[in-house]
């Protein structure tokens, strides 16, 4: 099971980056960069986001899997809850999106799943948007589709390099061309949010059972003293 998730979410990332005929950075600060990328078969831009973190796999993860805390740093999300936990590594949640008027509330339910490779450690999150899973509320659009991927690979044991990219259509009557526009700022801010909680918090007791934090090695495999 395992190796097919792995596999299915490579697949993924290889058929994102390939429908993507050109990318240009739209936004580079505080080291968090946002590229917008045309996407074949879909007017709204894929978004793409790297940026390095001081935190361990562990620490990265434990948030990541702590839905309540979403309010938190996700930029504009309101009322983030589990639906149903599948098991440690999968489950599906619910979050609102708050827009600016005139533009009407989103909501999401999203299929989380995370593993970890055995081999080069990085940590592996994929997304997917269950536009049917729940009855739709009275006032707030639901998004018809949504997918991303996020890779957290360790830089040493206390920094990571985060990889992100995502593809959202926001459905309604939002015009591509507005929601392009400011497309780059929202997981600028929620990625720079979250790691500014990571630093702050510092949870070196954090536990995940599944997740193994980075230990350098050396050539003959003996941890580095």
Not at 54 to 81: F, R
Not at 128 to 145: A, F, S
Not at 151 to 159: G, L
Not at 180 to 192: H, R, S
Request: hydrophobic share 40%.
């Amino acid at each position: 099971m395992r190796i097919i998730y792995l596999i299915t979410t490579l697949l993924f990332l290889t058929e994102v980056s390939y429908a993507q005929e050109g990318c240009h950075l739209k936004k580079n600060e505080d080291g968090i960069k946002v590229y917008l990328c045309e996407t074949e078969g879909s007017a709204f831009k894929t978004i793409k986001v790297q940026f390095e973190a001081e935190a361990t796999l562990i620490e990265y993860a434990a948030g990541l899997l702590d839905v309540s805390t979403y309010k938190y740093w996700q930029h504009n999300i309101l009322n983030p809850h589990i639906i149903k936990q599948i098991n440690d590594k999968e489950f599906i949640y619910y979050s609102e999106v708050d827009t600016p008027w005139p533009i009407s509330h989103r909501d999401l339910i999203f299929h989380l799943k995370m593993d970890q490779d055995s081999v080069s450690q990085t940590l592996f999150v994929s997304l997917t948007q269950l536009p049917n899973y729940i009855p739709e509320k009275e006032g707030i659009v639901r998004i018809p589709k949504a997918e991303s991927l996020l890779e957290v690979t360790p830089i040493d044991e206390s920094r990571v390099e985060v990889n992100y990219v995502i593809h959202v259509d926001p459905g309604g009557d939002v015009p591509a061309f507005l929601a392009n526009m400011f497309a780059a700022q929202t997981p600028w801010q929620t990625f720079k949010n979250y790691r500014e909680r990571l630093n702050s918090l510092k949870n070196e007791n954090a536990y995940v059972p599944f997740i193994k934090n980075y230990t350098a090695r050396t050539k003959s495999g003996n941890a580095l003293k």
